[in-house]
């Protein structure tokens, strides 16, 4: 079975045939990862393996990419890397949710089909940071900015500045 990863499958034939699947997908085709992201150049890159386990399917899922963000201290664009490995049950309805075992993250599947694109947007999403901040100070492009006289100023955000990130961990509670 040929399958990209932009198509719909449903589960059962996924699991069925444990479709392995590798996939470079641009960032730019995963609609919530990218709307986070200050630039949307780049790619996720990895494999996904379909199986049932226990009774559940499941989607063993690796991927990894350096999406573009913004580090909230200086405002400047900064790489942050996303390694991901994860086991995902696949389940159709809150319910079935109860019952995943520990250990597996739980993905809701719509009209019992799901994309390769579906899962790695979600996973993607998850891996990126609140708020995302160079390492050390001294990584931070607003050094310069530092100066006798302008310590106070250094960390405080501008108020007009976006912030990509302010809402993502309130969409997290709520999952
Ligand atoms: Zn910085």
Redesign the pocket.
Known sequence: MSLGWSRRAPVDTLVGTEAAIDFTIPLSELPRVSHELSATDGEAIGKVRFSRQLGQAVADLEVSTQPEVV?Q??M?P?RWPVRVKSRIALVSDYNAADRVPEGLEVFLVEADSVSVRDLVDEEVLLALPHVA??DEDS????REMRLPGHEAEADEVPADVQKPFAQLGELLKRK
């Open positions: 580090c201290r200086c400047q900064m901040r160079h990584e931070c492009a607003g």
